[in-house]
């Protein structure tokens, strides 16, 4: 009995060896993944960062073409006057 004793816990021995490899290949293969999700989602975070750069670069555009649009318009209103004057002061004039 000592001797089926010995090689059951031969045996045993084996299979935890087994499962323990099992179980680190498993690990590195989750370490892996693990390392694959991170790196997808720094590149997320960079697309996010430059997509929200990229955002507040247009709005500061924007702004600047208000501005620029609302100074054209003031200068069109300007020109309108002038032109309203212009014709005014045309009209005095007759041809014979």
């Not at 490899?21 to 590195?28: F, G, L, R, S, W």
Request: charged content about 25%; proline content about 0%.
């Amino acid at each position: 009995m000592a001797v089926g004793a010995v090689k059951d816990a031969i045996k045993n021995g084996d299979e935890v060896a087994k499962m323990a490899q099992e179980i680190a290949a498993a690990t590195q293969e989750q370490s892996a993944s693990i390392q694959e999700v991170t790196a997808s989602i720094e590149d997320v975070s960079s697309i996010s960062t430059d997509s929200a750069n990229g955002t507040q670069k247009i709005s500061v555009t924007i702004k600047e073409e208000s501005v620029l649009m609302s100074d054209l318009a003031e200068a069109a209103k300007d020109l309108a006057g002038m032109a309203d004057h212009l014709r005014d002061s045309i009209s005095r004039f007759k041809l014979e």
